[in-house]
């Protein structure tokens, strides 16, 4: 495959992955702290059910770019060329993914329950929409650590490559 697709392929990954930190390092240090702080759980649960919704679009669509880039830079290069800095990397972005999934599968069930009529608490208590936060603010975390050291060797795989 021409050298021109393969740089290209790991330029995409290590954009949408540095992309892919970025949003989850914000999205734990300032949007969730911020909704925090609403004094209606209401609201709160609102802007969280939004919020929730929409970041998790956004950083499945990066996780994805990112991690099948770094595979295909991988099965593209010619067999000298393959460098295990790519399969790290790609590593890192499941890893992200999946420490993000572990930590907050129980809060999904338990949302999946509610939709059902299973439990016929009010949407709004403010100590499960608390509670809810501070795990998806958990997940986010872990997320940017993962994706922050596959973006780190990334970078200097990209350098260590000459590109």
Do not use: C
Request: aromatic fraction near 8%.
């Amino acid at each position: 495959m021409s050298r021109a697709t393969i740089s290209v392929s790991k330029f995409v990954g290590s954009i949408s992955l540095g992309l892919l930190t970025g949003i989850s390092y914000s999205l734990s240090t300032f949007t969730v702290p911020s909704l925090l702080a609403l004094p209606s759980a209401t609201t709160a649960h609102h802007s969280f059910s939004r919020l929730r919704d929409s970041g998790a679009r956004h950083l499945r669509t990066l996780s994805i770019v990112s991690g099948v880039s770094f595979l295909l830079a991988y099965t593209l290069s010619p067999r000298q060329g393959r460098h295990p800095y790519l399969l790290w990397t790609a590593s890192m972005v499941a890893l992200s993914v999946g420490g993000d999934v572990y930590l907050t599968r129980e809060e999904q069930s338990s949302r999946q329950r509610r939709r059902r009529g299973e439990e016929v608490d009010s949407p709004a208590n403010g100590e499960e929409v608390r509670k809810g936060m501070e795990r998806f603010q958990l997940g986010q975390a872990v997320r940017t650590g993962f994706a922050g050291v596959g973006f780190l060797m990334s970078i200097v795989g990209l350098w260590g490559d000459g590109f």
